[in-house]
């Protein structure tokens, strides 16, 4: 029976907003600090400080301190920042001070309830569910559940991240792990499992997950289970042997090790679990490991060693403050002192036990004092007690063979019956048959649909892009070609004749040529094919800055393996915004940011422009925004746009460039 509590683990906010420190934390400290060296943005350096905080705080307390002062500054200008900065301090005080860690929190949810985006939903959906588990810290797991299950889940539906959903449906199921409905948090959690596996993230979420199920498994008594999610979990955890993850590993693998009664190895096991723990909730998650471990050492008979552990957490403030807990830590000094024959000890924290159990466990407590008390008693007493249990099972097995009779006899009068309807039965499944059978012919076609679709997306894009080389070809080579040659004649004809009136004509023909050429490199820019993706990019902005605007383009891990073609794509996606940016929105400063994880490519640009109205995009009479969204869908891509009047606009687009 689960009597302490697990209390769930957050760490990482701003730029991480995980529920857990990421497996590859280094890289992302040194993404954020390339940021703060090279930004001249107040906004991306905020930012950067709030992340910088989150990964500092479980290494170095007074640098990540530094890093949520300068960001907490540097978001007063920026009132989406300044929400943010409060959730960040939140995760801070979380460990040290919970009241101003439940205050930032609270005050983080007032701010973010102003805005009405996917974003600010996902934030707040995150500030809501770090203030539910304070409630739960306070042995409130009632409070905790409602929270969780009526703010802070439909706010992560709405934002329409899987991320967030899969992790806060991770916290319900812990939370019904709590109050020992395993039924329900079987199902929360493997809502859980099911959502996080479809995302391209960071595997710590679902390790996570993993870890619980399996513990879960552990007291639905599904060892096969068990064993399956250990075995998943390995070599998920096998790069990141430092990962703080590996404590709930051992956690599950030392559960079912003492299952199988190997008490020695799941001991083993537990000693990794606490040597494993870290972060802020490092003192939860080794009490965690020392209360499984107690069970084993009781069941292998080492008895002081479990009551000394449990004489240190009669000490632990925190730990008391739990009444689960001390219904545990009473019921284990009983079962420790009577090992060892301490029977007048025993029985004391057996009372202990009983006073503070809830209604639902008085009948197995009265049972168990029972019990206790009997041992005080003759010898004699516990024989008959034990021939009263013999006559109890074979009056129960009688009971249960003359069930077995009537069960029979049941069946064989109802066998004739039931063979009358199985040609009624038939019929009927056979027609939902058919109708089936038709519903899947029409998914059929309409996948059909949608192949031929993308077809001819691709078949648009790819021919547009050969039009564009061909057109660009014919311009320098051809065009271009005849242009030069005029030029030389009439510069010849010039020295020949020594006529100075030729040379307003030549110095216009330069400048044709020298426009030809500019249009042809903007059809297909020679450096893309040259010198790949981000020297195309750079060159690009570096031709659009003028003295009316300015452009700071930042590239981060674009690599240059990518097909030449999903280059383009992203290259004319670029371009396109740009463009629009400029003539426009008439943007005097631009921001522009591509890089590269993997399969997963991401563009974000924000300028300082006139905005527009989002809900009239649709009714927008150009082309380049349609072949904006037209290269993103055929990228199975995801675009979002902030935009207000004169308050300039922020596009958001992530790419998969794995096809």
């Known amino acids: ?72 500054r540097l978001s007063k200008n920026y009132p989406y920042l300044d929400a943010l900065s409060y959730s960040t301090e939140g995760y801070f005080y979380y460990a040290t001070d919970i009241e101003k860690s439940e205050a930032a929190f609270k005050k983080a949810d007032t701010m973010l309830s102003r805005f009405e985006t996917k974003t600010a939903y996902k934030d707040r959906s995150d500030a809501i569910y770090k203030y539910a588990v304070i409630q739960q810290r306070k042995d409130d797991d009632e409070a905790y559940t409602d929270i969780v299950l009526n703010k802070s889940i439909p706010l992560a539906i709405k934002s329409g991240d899987s991320n967030v959903l899969g992790s806060q449906y991770l916290g319900i199921g812990i939370g019904f792990m709590n109050i020992e409905q395993y039924e329900k948090a079987e199902t929360y959690i493997s809502d859980a499992i099911r959502t996080l596996k479809n995302t391209k993230t960071d595997s710590s979420r679902l390790i996570s997950a993993y870890n619980r199920a399996g513990e879960n498994y552990i007291h639905l008594k599904k060892y096969d289970k068990v064993k399956s999610i250990l075995d998943t979990i390995k070599p998920l955890l096998a790069p990141y042997p430092a990962s703080e993850l590996y404590a709930g590993y051992y956690l599950m693998q030392g559960l079912y090790l003492h299952h199988l009664a190997d008490y020695k190895s799941a001991i083993n096991s537990f000693d990794n679990g606490i040597k494993s723990a870290a972060g802020p909730n490092k003192v939860f998650v080794i009490d965690e490991m020392l209360f499984a471990k107690i069970k084993s050492l009781i069941s292998l008979k080492k008895f002081t060693d479990a009551k000394k552990i449990l004489l240190d957490f009669l000490k632990d403030e925190e730990v008391m403050g739990f009444a689960g807990s001390r219904v545990e830590i009473f019921l284990g000094l009983s079962q420790s002192y009577a090992g060892l024959g301490q029977m007048t000890e025993a029985y004391q924290w057996l009372l202990k036990y009983s006073n503070l159990n809830d209604s639902l466990y008085n009948s197995k407590i009265i049972n168990d004092l029972h019990a206790l ?101 014919d311009l320098h080579d051809g065009l271009g070609g005849l242009l030069a040659g005029i030029k030389i004649k009439l510069s010849s004809q010039v020295k020949a004749e020594n006529n100075a009136g030729f040379d307003r004509v030549i110095l216009q023909l330069d400048q044709s040529i020298t426009e030809l050429r500019r249009i042809a490199r903007n059809m297909m820019p020679e450096s893309l094919l040259k010198s790949g993706l981000e020297e195309a990019i750079n060159d690009l902005c570096e031709s659009l800055t003028s003295d009316q605007t300015k452009i700071e383009f930042q590239a981060y891990g674009i690599q240059k393996n990518m097909p030449i073609a999903t280059q383009a794509n992203i290259y004319r996606i670029v371009q396109e915004l740009l463009s629009n940016a400029i003539r426009h929105a008439q943007a005097s400063q631009i921001i522009l940011q591509c890089s590269q994880n993997e399969d997963v490519f991401l563009i974000t640009i924000e300028d300082n422009g006139t905005g527009f109205d989002i809900s009239k995009i649709q009714d927008a009479h150009g082309i380049g925004f349609s072949n904006v969204k037209n290269r993103v869908e055929y990228l199975e891509g995801k675009l979002d746009i902030d935009s207000r009047h004169n308050e300039g606009t922020t596009i958001n687009i992530e790419l998969n460039v794995g096809k």
């Open 1 to 72: 029976m689960k009597r302490y509590k697990c209390i769930l683990i957050f760490i990482g906010l701003g730029l991480l907003g995980k529920a857990q420190m990421p497996l590859n934390v280094e890289r992302i400290v040194d993404s954020l600090d390339q940021l703060l060296k090279t930004s001249t943005s107040d906004s991306i350096k905020a930012r950067a400080n709030l992340g910088l905080m989150s990964c500092w705080l479980s290494i170095d307390r007074e640098k990540a301190k530094s890093y949520l002062t300068e960001g907490k």
């Open 373 to 473: 008390e009997i041992k005080f008693q003759s010898v004699e007493k516990e024989k008959k007690i034990a021939q009263l249990e013999i006559e109890k099972k074979e009056a129960l097995l009688k009971e249960k063979n003359q069930k077995l009779t009537n069960l029979m006899l049941g069946i064989i009068s109802t066998f004739l019956l039931l063979l009358t309807f199985v040609l009624i039965f038939y019929y009927r499944n056979n027609k939902k048959l058919l109708k089936q059978k038709e519903i899947n012919h029409q998914q059929q076609l309409k996948e059909m649909r949608q192949q031929h679709q993308l077809k001819f997306t691709q078949a648009m894009l790819e021919g547009e892009e050969r039009e564009r080389q061909r057109v660009a070809r």
